[in-house]
């Protein structure tokens, strides 16, 4: 039997009939943009976030750039982010004309390495964008120290860790704005695209707001060349109703993420994810790092179950980036995990029979290639 790396028919299933009703509802309703369903899902993930203001916009990536755009970030400016990422966090400060600058991760836990970000901070520098990789938050201490030093802002890449927490305190909430997405195959996935911007400062918010909707403040009065990254109804609708889940599949993915771990952690030859002390993740990918990567990426596929890299090309090395003038070997860290990443499944619904499945091949591939 196969298993897939996310299994969102699973998901579907167990929650159709709501998912059907409130689809048939904005149907009777015909409200497709914008509407009850939008403002109540803002509230709905503002109050389970803990912060004062979150706007829905049309992706993930769109809440990256207009979060920068409200920010005033722009041409000139220098913005410090990780190379080991989903490519939008560094694209989409290029399509604001500011400059990503690239700092290595931490082995440890894939994400930016705090130690090593104060080296990386010029005169030209505006923000620094942790990515909470992994559904594990960054070390936000780190980050806030070199932020406050030099006065940056912090704008979190949240994309993959709604539901996570540092010291308490939820993903988003964490830095002056976050970026959240609404993918189908993140931890709160939409029937499509979608994505929100969380913060606490008013005036982002709204600019945020003006944005999203072509910077049209009353009825054909624009203040702003905004564009249009508003957040549907029936995306806000679906979310709405898995929204509920969440914490419940997120317990789920936290369950089987103990499960592997607990079978992986004697093997020599594997490392698992690390989880840092107060932090609670919540496993948006469960990525640990094996020899012969490749090779065992090759036999999971073959007896069909599902598997991925993220991210088999560190940022730096892109061939679009080619101009800022990195080189192989300039970030060794993000360098050395994408050639020994390997995401294994661990969505809520997957099952314990699943697991030994998995674990047992992985084991298999260690006898053969050690
Ligand atoms: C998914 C993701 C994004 C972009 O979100 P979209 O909704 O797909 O635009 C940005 N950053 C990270 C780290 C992501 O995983």
Not at 140 to 157: F, H, P, S, T
Not at 199 to 207: G, S
Not at 272 to 294: A, L
Not at 336 to 365: C, F, G, M, T, W
Request: aromatic share 8%; net charge negative.
């Amino acid at each position: 039997m196969s298993i897939p790396l996310v299994d969102l028919r699973a998901q579907y299933c167990a929650i159709k009939n709501e998912i059907d009703q409130v689809v048939a509802e904005i149907f009777e309703e015909q409200r497709f943009i914008g509407g009850h369903h939008v403002t109540s899902l803002e509230q709905e993930i503002a109050a389970y976030a803990n912060v004062n203001y979150a706007v829905g916009v049309a992706s993930g990536t769109d809440a990256l750039l207009l979060t920068f755009r409200a920010a005033g970030i722009g041409p000139g400016d220098e913005v410090i982010t990780s190379p080991f990422t989903f490519f939008a966090t560094a694209g989409a400060i290029v399509n604001v004309g500011a400059k990503p600058v690239f700092v290595d991760i931490d082995p440890r836990t894939f994400n930016i390495n705090t130690d090593l970000l104060e080296q990386a901070v010029t005169p030209r520098t505006r923000a620094i964008v942790p990515v909470h990789l992994f559904g594990q938050c960054a070390d936000m201490d780190g980050v806030w120290q070199v932020a406050r030093k030099y006065n940056l802002m912090v704008i979190e890449d949240a994309a993959q860790s709604l539901g996570a927490a540092f010291h308490g305190q939820c993903a988003g909430t964490l830095g002056d704005a976050a970026a959240v997405s609404f993918f189908p195959s993140k931890n709160l996935g939409g029937a499509g695209d979608g994505g929100m911007v969380l913060t606490n400062d008013a005036d982002l918010a709204e600019k945020v707001r003006l944005l999203r909707n072509h910077g049209q403040d009353t009825s054909y009065k624009h203040v702003f060349v905004g564009t249009n990254s508003r957040l549907d109804a029936l995306q806000a609708g679906v979310l709405r109703v898995k929204l509920k889940y969440l914490p419940q599949w997120t317990e789920q993915r936290r369950s089987h993420a103990a499960y592997y771990t607990q079978h992986f952690q004697h093997i020599e030859q594997i490392k698992c994810p690390v989880e840092q002390e107060r932090t609670y993740h919540v496993y948006n990918q469960y990525t640990i790092r094996v020899p012969r990567r490749d090779d065992a990426l090759a036999r999971l596929r073959q007896r069909e179950i599902g598997c991925a890299v993220y991210y088999p090309i560190p940022l730096h090395l892109q061939p679009c980036f080619r101009e800022l003038g990195y080189r192989k070997g300039d970030f060794p860290e993000a360098e050395k995990a994408s050639l020994e990443v390997l995401s294994i499944p661990v969505y809520p619904e997957l099952q314990r029979h699943q697991q030994d499945e998995i674990i047992e091949n992985i084991q298999q591939h260690l006898t053969d290639v050690t």
